[in-house]
């Protein structure tokens, strides 16, 4: 295992289709600037999604297998508390002002996977309620501003639970053990 090559990398050739979602992604992009499904737009989108992966390969992380069922269940219930989360954010921002807690919450992270530390990270400043998270990898931590805090262990339990664990097993990662310093 090397960091060129992580445990959860799918062995895949590294041919012109090495990233699909990327390819993906680059071909509905540029159709839908385009706005247009003539086949020289078709063409255009094909070529940019089998080139521009390529051309980044030397950048690009390897694939990560992904499991869809847990990940579409984690889909759910991101939206659902994004949702619940502006609620909460519209009554305290709309109420009085002698009621939010502000608080700084160190999350301490399971693992060591850069991608599920990254989409943790990015989950947790997309639900309203936290403005603002840094990820402290010399301390296995992530810092997270939450507007209102009266359980800051409540909480980070919390995140961790409905996020962080679901992203593990998104990824097919186990906690790893750390000793306390």
Known sequence: ??????PDAVARKDGWFSHPVLSLLLVAS??????????VHLLSALLIGLIVPRLLRPFLAPVSRVRWAPAMRLTVVVLRDIVMSNIAVARLV?????????A???VPLACDHARVNALFASIITT???TVSCV???QRHLIL?????CDDA???IDDMKARYEAPLMAIFGQTPVERTPS
């Open 144 to 148: 997270v501003h939450a507007l209102d």
């Open 30 to 39: 540029w159709l839908a600037l385009s706005r247009s499904l003539e086949p």
């Open 153 to 155: 262990q409540a909480m």
């Open 94 to 102: 709309l109420g009085p002002m002698s009621r939010p807690r502000p």
């Open 135 to 137: 990820i402290d990898e």
């Open 1 to 6: 295992m090397t960091p060129d090559n992580p």
């Open 127 to 129: 639900t309203p309620g």
């Open 104 to 106: 700084w919450l160190p």
